[in-house]
């Protein structure tokens, strides 16, 4: 009964390669987020998607692509991995619709080292 | 801008004494607050949020925070901690300006000793 799953756990490639983390959610939230973690503990949100639209985009090298196939998945595509990737990756979801202040529930994260 | 400020990075404590976690804000317009919990390699937990209302907010866990207008802060406490409150906190605020979206603080790692 896992609300928020993410896979990979881990993930430990070399630079240059292209990698996919997945996230699922089954709360039936219409609003899923990716947010990165670097090594000092920041967090910082990347994407966010409200049914299945982008409406979050941060300052992200266009090497990072979300997908949102339907409302339950938000997938991360990396491009061209470089070091400066390597950090956790958090999944989150949400329900906008009500009210966008409302709690966001985090998947356990993807720890992603680029060696 | 909103932003926060988490002014501690780390905060050592023993068992069962008090703690508090301070976090000061910064913004123009209404405040929605928020703390998080992240426990050893886990995603982050919600303890507790400010909306209105009510300015002491109590969450779970045993942990409340006040929410104080005029000194911009909202700070976290505990009245007795454990040794299972050993994680990382982070105070975050909602931003509604051209997009939704939680502005986390960098997070103040609580550390309880025996």
């Known amino acids: 009964d896992t609300a928020v799953s993410q896979t990979p756990k881990y993930l430990v490639t070399q630079m240059g390669n292209d990698k996919s983390i997945k996230c699922e959610q089954n709360l039936g939230h219409d609003t899923m987020y990716w947010y990165k973690q670097d090594s000092k503990k920041f967090l910082k949100i990347m994407f966010s998607y409200n049914n299945k639209e982008l409406i979050i985009n941060e300052t992200v090298p266009n090497r990072f692509s979300p997908k949102s196939p339907d409302k339950a998945h938000l997938n991360l595509h990396i491009n061209s991995l470089e070091l400066g990737d390597s950090a956790v990756y958090f999944c989150?979801?949400?329900?906008?619709?009500?009210?966008?202040?409302?709690?966001?529930?985090f998947g356990p994260g993807t720890r992603l080292t680029v060696l | 801008a909103q932003s926060v400020t988490q002014l501690d990075s780390q905060v050592p404590v023993f068992e069962e004494a008090p703690v508090e976690l301070r976090c000061n804000y910064s913004?123009?317009?209404?405040?929605?607050l928020f703390w998080y919990v992240q426990y050893p390699n886990q995603g982050l937990q919600l303890l507790l949020k400010?909306?209105?209302?009510?300015?002491l907010v109590k969450g779970i866990n045993g942990f409340e925070a006040e929410f104080n207008k005029s000194q911009t802060s909202f700070h976290l406490r505990k009245p007795s901690v454990h040794i299972s409150d050993t994680a990382e906190y982070f105070c975050a605020v909602f931003r509604s300006y051209n997009t939704d979206k939680l502005i986390f603080g960098t997070g103040t790692r609580l550390q309880v000793f025996p």
């Open positions: 400010y909306l209105s209302g009510s300015t």
């Open positions: 989150a979801s949400s329900h906008q619709d009500r009210g966008p202040y409302n709690e966001q529930f």
């Open positions: 913004s123009s317009v209404s405040v929605y």
